[in-house]
């Protein structure tokens, strides 16, 4: 079984222009969450959807946003990009929420410049 | 909020044992997460335990203590290929698949 996949595997933008990140879960996997890694403040929590709908939402601006899709692939967007975006954003894709055992894309390396 | 506690750095020497803690404080409590990160790498999941006591995969071991808040992740014969980051991460009642990691503890192992 294929594992999680996102792309594209690495970003470079500049200040002000806007990115969408892609994430494919695992195949019957209906729960996508997605996370920012820096090495200052580690990994933190963005969003998750499930079933076409955002469940929980982390502690980012607005300029943060995401959908999923009804066959569950989801996208994240970041809009008007700061040098602080700069980071590795990670999928993570589960059964359904609060089910247990979540397993982690290889990440979008996004550099801002 | 929630405080998630392990250890920056650690070393260890190839072939012997080392332990990883991890203290949490949180509300909800709904089970601990054990990762494995390489550098460059994503996350590699290790355990998850929602039931108090240890869990043994392999060369890997994970406990759980609800009542102290406190959690352990255990690696036996190690290798140099263990050398890695180890994220402890915690999911709360209905916060859904949201994971609050702490900082992760890099281990290194010697020959």
């Known amino acids: 079984k294929a594992g999680v996949t996102q792309t594209p595997r690495y970003l470079i933008k500049t200040r002000g222009q806007q990115v969408t990140l892609s994430c494919s879960p695992i195949?019957?996997?209906?729960?996508v969450s997605w996370y920012q890694q820096t090495p200052g403040q580690g990994l933190q929590f963005l969003f998750e959807y499930f079933s076409e709908t955002q469940r929980n939402k982390g502690n980012f601006p607005g300029r943060f946003s995401g959908r999923q899709f009804s066959n569950s692939r989801s996208e994240m967007n970041v809009s008007t990009l700061e040098l602080g975006d700069s980071a590795l954003y990670l999928c993570?894709?589960?059964?359904?929420?609060?089910?247990?055992?979540?397993?982690f894309g290889p990440g979008t390396r996004l550099t801002v410049t | 909020g929630q405080n998630i506690d392990q250890p920056t750095e650690m070393t260890a020497t190839e072939g012997a044992i080392v332990q990883i803690n991890c203290t949490y404080q949180?509300?909800?409590?709904?089970?601990l997460f054990w990762y494995q990160q390489h550098a460059g790498e994503a996350p590699t999941f290790l355990s998850y335990n929602v039931l108090d006591g240890l869990e043994e995969k392999g060369r890997f071991s994970s406990f759980l203590s609800r009542s102290k808040g406190y959690s352990y992740l255990l690696l036996k014969e190690l290798q140099m290929k263990d050398s890695a980051s180890y994220l402890c991460a915690v999911m709360r009642n209905n916060a859904g698949n949201m994971l609050t990691f702490g900082g992760g503890t890099r281990l290194m192992v010697k020959p």
């Open positions: 195949s019957g996997h209906r729960s």
């Open positions: 949180t509300s909800g409590f709904n089970g």
């Open positions: 993570a894709s589960s059964l359904e929420p609060g089910q247990g055992e979540q397993y």
